[in-house]
Nanobody, 121 residues
């Protein structure tokens, strides 16, 4: 069983930055696809970013050029660096893990509890 715990959310002004972390226990992440999703109030959960076990990255169109996904396999942790934040980035951000190739759909095997990110205008 894999447990994912996110941290790093908070309140930030538009144009600011935050870095989210997701630490896994129960399984090494080095051979696992990791993803970040977000869910804004009243909206469906949406793909943000993913990284394959080989290090290939994928991003949703709305965050390309602003967000960066990375991982530290030694610490079993994946990160989401968020720059130039906008009010529309406000959401609960979820970390997820799955076997196999990255997916933009929420067909991941394991999920964290989520961390709130609020961007004020």
């Amino acid at each position: 069983q894999v447990q994912l715990v996110e941290s790093g959310g908070g309140l930030v002004q538009a144009g600011g930055s935050l870095r989210l972390s997701c630490t896994a226990s129960g399984r090494t992440l080095s051979r696992t696809t990791m993803g970040w999703f977000r869910q804004a109030p009243g909206k469906a959960r949406a793909f943000v970013a993913a990284m394959s076990s080989g290090g290939t990255t994928y991003y949703g169109d709305s965050v390309k050029g602003r967000f960066t996904i990375s991982r530290d396999n030694g610490k079993n942790t994946v990160f989401l660096q968020m720059n130039s934040l906008k009010p529309e980035d406000t959401a609960v951000y979820y970390c997820a893990a799955r076997q196999g190739a990255p997916s933009v759909y929420d067909n991941y095997d394991y999920w964290g509890q989520g961390t709130q990110v609020t961007v004020s205008s």
